[in-house]
């Protein structure tokens, strides 16, 4: 895998960097629906669509790894309907678009706590996952029942049995030591984390991986995004000075 992000030509004398790992709060099918007078429900199943156009522009500009915020552990507290409607898109998504995806060269690895979800579903995730484990094309990450914080108490429990067992020193453990354990390893650190509705926070979600992300928030609400809105996050990346503390000589 590159470690240097791609560029596609948009104009003449200026190009797009691409960044080799987005990570997408997808936020606002509720108010999306709202808007349209529509059930909550009839947001997220637009919001499939929406993620069926991002997964297909991340193929065709070139981006290694896409992370999809697709449910928080925060969300359990909405109500149980709603709750039950998006386990199964999830269930829905992975088994009908599996076939596509997988003959589109696509990895698809799921992240978050799966001691919460109901055993049928944990099956389906495995099966996924070990089905495109070989392939080698885009990254496609969905974190879900996910919460960065639950994710960094978890790995720093498995750092401590390792130290209480012996197969670890205290001083040895580093940044990279945390970070193979995190869920996300043996991935890139998001560059671009982008968060529709407007809203300007990251809301527990790859709190670890994004300490040098670039942060781009647009106003439109998931199900609107589209390859103008995802353009525009590039361009607004693109014109980022990313020196990672340090400065330009």
Not at 118 to 129: A, F, N, Q, T
Not at 179 to 205: Q, V, Y
């Amino acid at each position: 895998m590159s470690t240097h992000p791609a560029t596609v030509s948009i104009e003449p004398q200026r190009e797009l960097k691409i960044p080799r790992h987005i990570g997408v709060i997808m936020d606002g099918n509720g108010r999306w629906a709202k808007q349209r007078g529509l059930g909550r429900s009839e947001g997220h199943r637009a919001g499939v669509e929406a993620v069926r156009r991002i997964v297909a522009l991340a193929i065709d500009y070139g981006v290694q790894c896409l992370t999809l915020f697709s449910f928080s552990a925060e969300n359990w507290r909405r109500p149980p309907d709603e709750v039950r409607f998006i386990f199964g898109l999830l269930r829905r998504f992975v088994t009908s678009d599996l076939e596509k995806l997988h003959a589109q060269n696509v990895r698809i690895r799921i992240i978050g706590d799966r001691e919460g979800l109901e055993r049928g579903l944990r099956g389906i995730i495995e099966d996924v996952e070990n089905r495109t484990a070989g392939n080698t094309g885009l990254d496609l990450i969905i974190a879900f029942n996910y919460g960065a914080k639950t994710e960094i108490v978890t790995a720093t429990r498995a750092i401590a049995r390792k130290v209480a067992a012996g197969e670890l020193k205290a001083e040895e453990i580093d940044e990279a030591t945390i970070a193979r354990h995190l869920d996300t390893s043996g991935l890139p650190d998001p560059d671009l984390i982008l968060r529709t509705s407007g809203e300007m926070r990251l809301s527990n979600f790859l709190l670890w991986q994004s300490a040098y992300a670039e942060l781009v928030f647009v106003e439109e609400n998931w199900p609107d995004f589209d390859e103008s809105v995802f353009v525009r996050a590039l361009k607004s990346y693109t014109e980022r000075d990313r020196r990672f503390g340090g400065i330009r000589t």
